[in-house]
């Protein structure tokens, strides 16, 4: 966790209920994530003089998660691979889902 003016601005949790190395060095891994971001004040991430519009990151509370695996097959094989796969969702300000979702205010210290 990290912290900025007394409140949270980064939070990581990483869960790998389950590894598995096999006598060959083949390899499996179940990967959850859960992450969190506070962002105190919008700014802007991209401008262009233009256009009238730029590119704003607001702020507020920011929440993702994601699941996913990670297999890679052992390094004396012929041919030797590694495979990721993520999945995941996303709440924030301004994200977009059937339901709009504020951000939350942020608590006095």
Same mark, same amino acid.
């Given at each position: 966790m990290n912290f900025i003016a007394g409140g949270l601005e980064t939070e990581t949790l990483v869960l790998k209920p389950l590894d598995i190395e096999t006598r060959t060095r083949d390899f499996f891994r179940l990967? =959850? $994530?859960?992450? $969190?971001?506070?962002?105190?004040?919008?700014? !802007?991430?991209?401008?262009?003089? !233009?256009? %009238?519009?730029?590119?704003?990151? =607001?702020? #507020?509370?920011?929440?993702?998660?994601?699941?996913?695996?990670? =297999?890679?097959? #052992? %390094?004396?094989?012929?041919?030797s691979a590694n495979l990721v796969y993520r999945q995941g969702g996303f709440n924030g300000p301004g994200a977009s889902s059937s339901s709009r979702r504020r951000p939350s205010p942020r608590r006095p210290s």
């Open positions: 990967v =959850l $994530k859960s992450n $969190k971001e506070f962002v105190p004040q919008r700014f !802007t991430i991209y401008s262009d003089r !233009t256009r %009238p519009r730029s590119v704003q990151v =607001l702020a #507020g509370l920011y929440e993702f998660d994601e699941a996913g695996f990670d =297999l890679r097959s #052992g %390094p004396q094989r012929n041919l």
